[in-house]
Each structure stands twice: as C-alpha cells, then as structure tokens.
C-alpha cells in the first residue's frame, strides 16, 4: 500500500508542493508515497505547478484505512475524514502542534520557519537526497508564498537560506521577480467567486470552545479588492451563519505591509482586545498584520480567553 | 529566562541523558538551556552518570510559566504540572505522538527508533555541533538501555549506527560488555522497596477512558526477581487501587527474550485478547516480549477499544 503525502483542507501552494516535495523524497529513499490534495490548486499554485511543469496531485478527502503523512497541518479540524482509522506515519510542518495523537511512533519534522517546504528543503540535505531541479523551482515559489517574499514576521534565515539554496539547482537568477509574478497571479480576483475567494485560503479554529474562521487574501495592492470587498463581507456573514462563533477575513496588502480585516462576530469588541484598535464598522486597518499563524492566531487565542 | 529541557515522569535513562544531551546541544548552539528531570536518578541512570563523570539535572516538577523542551514524551499525563503556562518551544522524542498541543510553531524531532538519544544524536550532526566525549558515553548507555542492547524490536538500523558513531567519540571499544555491566546494575534489587521498583519505570496510559498502568523492569535473569515477586504483586495492587482499572507490570528478561507480566485488572481477560495467551492466574509468560512501546501498549490499546 502506497502511504499518501496529504496537505490540509484548502489546500494552499505551501500544503501542495510539500506533498508533491515529500513524495519525491521519499520515493528516492525507497518508501511508496503518492501526493494528495484535498482540493484542486489555487490560481497560484497552478501558476507555480504550470512553470515548474509538476502534476497537481490527486484529490483525496477520506483517508480511512490508509497510512497518511500530514504535510503542512497537524491539528484534526484541518484533516481529511477517516483520521480513526488512518495511520500517520510522519508529520512535517511549521505551524503549532495540533491534537492529532498516533498510536504508533511516527517520523516529525515540526520546525518554527515559515513554511513547510524549508523543512523539506532541510530533510533532503539530512537524507542526502537529490533534489529535482523542477521541484526545487516549486519549493522556492511555496517559501517566497508562505513567507510573502520575505516580509512576513513568519520568515527565518533558515527560510532565506533555503531560498539561497533551491534558486541554484533550479537556476532562478531573480528570486523577488518570480516572487512578485506569482503574487500578481494571486492578487487576481477575475472570475472567481465570492466563495472561492474567501475558502482561498481559509482555515476554522477551536478558540477556547468557539469555532472561529479566518481566511486571508494577499494582494499586491488592496485596490485590486475594492470592487468585490462588499460581496466577500456578504460571504463571510453567510460563513458564519453556518455555526460559527466569528469569521474574520485578512485582505493584506503585501507592499503596504499590512492587512483589513473584514469583521463578522458575535463579539465584535474580540478584535479590539486582539489587536489594540477600534474597528470601523465591519472592518479595520491592522498596520504591520501580514502573518494569521504569528499574528492574527496568537492575538486572537488570547483574547478569546 | 533559561528554558528547562525536561524528561518525563519516573525518569529512565534516556529521558535524563536526553535532557543532559539537550542542553549540551543547544547550548553549542547559542541557547540557554537547562537539563531538568521530574525525579532523581534510578539506580542504572545513575552507573551512566557516574561512569561518564557528569551530574543529574536538578529536579523540577512544576514548569508553570517557563519554557520547555520535552524530551522522551509528548503526552500530558508525563509532564510535570504548570503545563497549562508553560511554552513548549520543542519536543525531541521516539514515542507515539501524544496530547500535548502549543499555541506557537515550535521544534519537534520525533522519529521512530529505538531511543530519544539516536534522534539527539542526528540533531548534532544536523547542526553541525561536537558532542563532548562524556555525552557520547551516556548516550551511548542511553541507546542501550533503550534498545535493551539491541535486542528489543525498537532497535533500528539507526540506532546502531548512532551507537557505532557515539562509541568512537567515547572511545568505547566493547559497546555489548559495557551494555551488560549496565543491565547487571539495574538487575539490581537489594535495598529497593517495592514502591520504588514498581515506579522504576512505570507510566500510566489513557485507554479508550480507561487509566491503565504499566511498569518494567528489565534484568538479565529472572531469578534475580524470584524473591521479591510476591511483594510487587502486593504494590501493584495497591497502584491499581488509587483510581486505576488495571496496573501490569513487565518483568523482562534480556537474556531469554520475553517477559513475564503480573497483572491486576477490573477485566483480566484484556490480557487474553492482548497477546492471545492465557494468563495462570495473575501472572503470564510472554515469549519474545521486550518492548513496552511497541508491543504492550499498542496490544492493550486495540484490546481495550
């Protein structure tokens, strides 16, 4: 049985390429690992994917039975069904530890730097396995992603120096150019819908025994949103009204280094105590916010205490 | 604040060598950390101490507020109390994944082999740090310990090579004999009462609702354990009856390969369905036996649900 590389629930560059990264490692070191997904690719990760020529990976959303890695994500809320019976044979991640247990040992590569595929990066180099020169290419869009080409609080020198490396066996001379392609790619909004653009990427947290959604948009200018920030508020009440306590929604600016945060709370003063600043309305201008995981999470995880 | 790296409940060896180990490592490396342990030296821990010139860690049982690195767990049932204000800035460990969950990105180095130990000592080599010829002694003990000199189904192919490298660095020229000195010395019962042999190396687990416990004590012939048999029954009867539904206790012999196990239970026949052997009465010979981790408590876990 071929054991799956699987990302979390909507599925972002970072969640994709680890699983395509993590298959490809340890394939070359002799163990039968197939990338999953449990969604298509975003417009940015097919852009990333269509320039690197990689195949996105299959879908899976029930992993019953099946012996499983979790790139990217450890925490259930984040899981395909069928975790019961599943066996996780690894974990590799950048985020907190999350409650998924295993009965068995499993291999963990949990690191704090921005984005799992640094820690893929790291795992090649300690199992002296070659990396593709296409996979390297992807693995540098995935950490220029997660890391907002660097300006993210979330971005280690080890994130910077994992850049340095996979830039020279994929031969990419300008690192910050392919950045800024693959964000305007991401900052387009044409055609998709007000759905789409909230579950983008989206993620549910257990706050204090309150589900609580947050989804983030990075823009390379937030006046790409001003026509549809009506209708992505309209989404998020609609979001909300399926059980949750709060949705918030980061519209961030990657070159005004900042984020809005679009507002739907059932205590709607949780962002003033988060953050420190009176919303205006629905929404509110958080200077300096560009990270959910470093930012917007622990801020929030503390006020809803 | 210097964080505490810090082993489990009833430390064995490897978790006061890895905390020892831990702190030695990130030290190297620019970090301030401190070697802790949850209890003082058992009797083989403190041979590997003496032999290697180095000093238990100082015992701390509450981390409320500080920060920590876990070493040789990741359940909350083995950590210390205070858990709820501590930070978990790492976890290094070769055991299931358990319920302790951060609200930061953190450090984990969780691999299945036979010993935290093997998983440090990849970490130095990882980063580049020289383990002092001390350390390499006791981590080489550790491993040993662990791996009950190779012969417990823990043992990786890892675990020896790291063993092979550690003995070098020591200067060790008979890993095996200097194994059996060290199992004669925790053979050792002469002056021990009965509560502590029970909590030489004992750990309560969370089955299906259920607290169970189970202890071990792993001498190089189990005649050493004829005399005092009787009294540990006794004590694990008396463990059982501060709120456990079953307290098992594996008496394993490292020559013969297997274990004989005294049990106490609110439903004897788990053990029946566990290994699909009759127990005569209260005790049950089981052949090829060796590793709690990996063969009791994943048997009693299925048997349980």
Chains 1, 2 share one sequence.
């Not at 690192?175 to 989206?202: I, P, Q």
């Amino acid at each position: 049985m071929s054991a799956l590389a699987l990302g979390h629930m909507n599925p972002d560059t970072d969640s994709i390429v680890a699983a395509l990264a993590a298959a490809e490692l340890y394939g070359k070191r002799g163990f039968s690992v197939t990338p999953a997904a449990q969604g298509p690719p975003a417009p940015e990760t097919e852009f990333v994917l269509k320039k690197f020529g990689l195949t996105a990976p299959q879908v899976v959303k029930d992993v019953a039975g099946k012996e499983i890695w979790l790139v990217d994500y450890s925490d259930l809320q984040q899981a395909p069904t069928g975790m019961d019976s599943a066996t996780v044979l690894g974990i590799v991640d950048h985020h907190k530890l999350g409650d998924v247990t295993t009965s068995s040992p499993l291999e963990a590569w949990i690191w704090p730097v921005g984005c799992t595929n640094t820690v893929l990066r790291s795992m090649y180099a300690f199992y002296g396995v070659e990396i593709s020169k296409n996979m390297a290419g992807a693995m540098l869009c995935a950490i220029l992603s997660d890391t907002v080409i660097f300006k993210s609080p979330t971005c280690t020198d080890v994130d910077k120096k994992a850049v340095e490396s996979l830039a020279k066996i994929a031969g990419i001379s300008d690192v910050k150019a392919l950045g800024m392609e693959m964000f305007k790619v991401k900052s387009a909004v044409e055609g998709a819908s007000m759905h789409d653009l909230v579950h983008r990427d989206y993620k549910d947290f257990d706050m204090n025994g309150k589900k609580v959604g947050i989804g983030q948009l990075e823009v390379v200018d937030l006046s790409i949103l001003a026509a549809v920030k009506a209708g992505l508020q309209a989404e998020i009440e609609k979001v909300k009204s399926e059980g949750r306590h709060s949705v918030f929604l980061l519209l961030t600016d990657i070159m005004k280094e900042g984020s809005e945060m679009l507002i739907v709370s059932d205590d709607p003063f949780v962002v003033e105590k988060a953050f420190g600043v009176k919303p205006a309305g629905k929404t509110v201008w958080l200077p300096g916010i560009m990270s959910r995981k470093k930012q917007v999470v622990p801020n929030f995880e503390k006020a809803f205490k």
